[in-house]
């Protein structure tokens, strides 16, 4: 898991360097300039595929234990409201709380950042995107073209309504009562190529939970499902 270390450093103004003395030596290391946050998604793979239920898991210890290292719980709420926008690329909300926090990025990512009191926050890349070798919930890394009698999973038919992000085009979507909303996720895998740990589905302004049934979420006839699509996938394919 990442980690903080307390340090301190003497602030420029304008485009002046920013000096940050280690925790543990006396040395001093040129950080660099400030710089804005970098519109693009780190990529990386996970040594073990990793199911959207590991990463969140992950994610949620980290979040919920940083405060507890040396640091400012502040600073830390910013770094998460900060990291989930610039994964949704909202990078211009990111930003804002960036500069609302007064954080500065030397190196332009938020896995390396400062507080206006020189303390050094790194957070973990598996908090600021999904690896490439994401798995599914059986542990096989995820594939197009999911058998949908697997995904059978009883309760009576019914038709749904999504409307994805990438296209804000509507489409109707078979799953029946008793699906979990990951096993939806999959059947609306199989019409766009879109993998369920790419897909953030929301329903009178909620994150649907995976292991939220269809029948749970009680969605009326005509009503539409928001399916938020996480960035660098393939544009749906509508027919």
Known sequence: MGSCVGSHRRRERANSG????DGNTNQAVILGKNQPLKHERLKWKSEVPLTDGQLRSKRDEFWDTAPAFEGRKEIWDALKAAAQAAENQDYGLAQAII????????????TDCYDELGNRYQLPIYCLTAPANMGDEHGGENEVGTDLEVLSSGGAEAVIKV???????????????????????????????????????FYGGKLLNDKTRIEDVKIPPGYVVQVVVMPDQPLPIVS
Not at 99 to 110: E, H, K
Request: cysteine-free; hydrophobic content about 35%.
């Open 163 to 201: 409307r994805l992000s990438l296209t804000s085009k509507d489409l109707k979507l078979t799953v029946r009562t008793a699906d979990t909303i990951l096993v939806a996720k999959r059947r609306l895998q199989v019409s766009t190529n879109i993998p369920p740990t790419h897909q953030r589905w």
């Open 99 to 110: 500069d609302g926090a007064n954080i500065s990025l030397p190196n332009g990512t938020l």
């Open 18 to 21: 920013i000096e940050a003395g």
